[in-house]
Every structure is written in structure tokens, then in C-alpha cells.
T-cell receptor
């Protein structure tokens, strides 16, 4: 079945630094990927839609200059949290679906970001 | 505005004690309702997709049903390994993205 891989699974960084998170579709090509954020004991909130070869579409209230998304190939999307602050600490999860099948969205195992 | 609401927020069951989780939705033109299971520190794992009122799907101890306004996830004789957060989601509008409910945290005690 479709598999979405995310890396790293956890990262700790200092305030003011940037962190890059990778999301890969392992056995299918994904023209679209989705990035979600999840705070403790809360549900998944969609941050943005990553579009291969074009600009990402951000949800209302999400700063595009802070959360840079690059979808340079059909199997890789990256999310860079720029100038991270403690309030950016969260669980970031990507997802994608195989457009050639009737499959649902599949999710990566998430990246736990802690900003100190 | 498209919306998904789940209840209860948390549910504690004894092993073997059957129950149901609720997902209420308001969306224009439903193109599927999705159930996922999420274990702590992991991404959601797909369980079911339901497309039309009256549809039912089963997997082991889980059965999902759909009406025009809500979906139920029935858990029959649950085991401790069924403990997880169960999320429902719908695609808003004509998009492939999903909006999620707040989830139900299920704890099954032996």
C-alpha cells in the first residue's frame, strides 16, 4: 500500500534557528501533499497544501514566510520552520494520496519539534 | 462553513464493553467521510471511508456507519489494543484535503 515517510521523527532546536522537515511518498508520485500541525491533546490542523512545481497554498492564519514549503519533485515536499520560537513547538505531520488509485490520504509518522 | 464535531472527547471502557463514537458533520456535498486511528506520537492510520447514507464498513471489532448528518464508529467487545484516538474527517468543497474533528480518546482497560 501507499507509504508516506517523514524525517526526522523528532528534532530539538534553539530559538531563532530554522528547521527543515522532509516528507516523501515512497511508492507513488504525489503532485499534492498536505502539512498538518497538532498541539497536545488537540486535533490535526491543516497548515498548507504543497503543490509540485508551484507555490504552496496556505490556510488562513498560517504565515507563509515562517513556514516555507518546497515541493520540488513528485516524491518530496519539505517544510522549513524559519526563525523558530518556543510557540512553534508542535507535532508536524504530512500526508499524501496516490492520485492513480482511489486511495485515501496516508499520513507520515510525524515530526516532534521542540524549540528551546 | 464545513465542520466536523466528535463526541465524546474521551471514553473509558472495560475490556469487552461495547460502545459507539459519534462524528457529526456539516459539509456541502459530502464526498466521503473518513475514519482514522491515531496512536500517541504517530500519524493517523486510515480505517474506513464512507460515501453515502446507509453505508456500513467493518474491520475486526470496528464498524462504521453513515447517515446524512453523522457517522458512528461502533466498537464491539474492545480489547486494550484498541486504545487510541479515533478521528473522523471530511474533504471540504472540491478539494482533496481533509478537515478533522477533535477526536475521541478511547481507553480500554483490561
Amino acid at each position: 500500500g501507499a507509504v508516506v515517510s517523514q524525517h526526522p521523527s523528532w528534532v530539538i532546536c534553539k530559538s531563532g534557528t530554522s528547521v527543515k522537515i522532509e516528507c516523501r511518498s515512497l511508492d507513488f508520485q504525489a503532485t499534492t501533499m498536505f502539512w498538518y500541525r497538532q498541539f497536545p491533546k488537540q486535533s490535526l490542523m491543516l497548515m498548507a497544501t504543497s503543490n509540485e512545481g508551484s507555490k504552496a497554498t496556505y490556510e488562513q492564519g498560517v504565515e507563509k514566510d515562517k513556514f516555507l514549503i518546497n515541493h520540488a519533485s513528485l516524491t518530496l515536499s519539505t517544510l522549513t520552520v524559519t526563525s523558530a520560537h518556543p510557540e512553534d513547538s508542535s507535532f508536524y505531520i504530512c500526508s499524501a494520496r496516490d492520485p492513480s488509485t482511489d486511495s485515501p490520504l496516508h499520513f507520515g509518522n510525524g515530526t516532534r519539534l521542540t524549540v528551546t | 462553513e464545513d465542520q466536523v464535531t466528535q463526541s465524546p472527547e474521551a471514553l473509558r471502557l472495560q475490556e469487552g464493553e461495547s460502545s459507539s463514537l459519534n462524528c457529526s458533520y456539516t459539509v456541502s456535498g459530502l464526498r466521503g467521510l473518513f475514519w482514522y486511528r491515531q496512536d500517541p506520537g504517530k500519524g493517523p492510520e486510515f480505517l474506513f471511508t464512507l460515501y453515502s447514507a446507509g453505508e456500513e464498513k467493518e474491520k475486526e471489532r470496528l464498524k462504521a456507519t453513515l447517515t446524512k448528518k453523522e457517522s458512528f464508529l461502533h466498537i464491539t467487545a474492545p480489547k486494550p489494543e484498541d486504545s487510541a484516538t479515533y478521528l473522523c474527517a471530511v474533504p471540504p468543497g472540491a478539494t482533496n484535503k481533509l478537515i478533522f474533528g477533535t477526536g475521541t480518546l478511547l481507553a480500554v482497560q483490561p
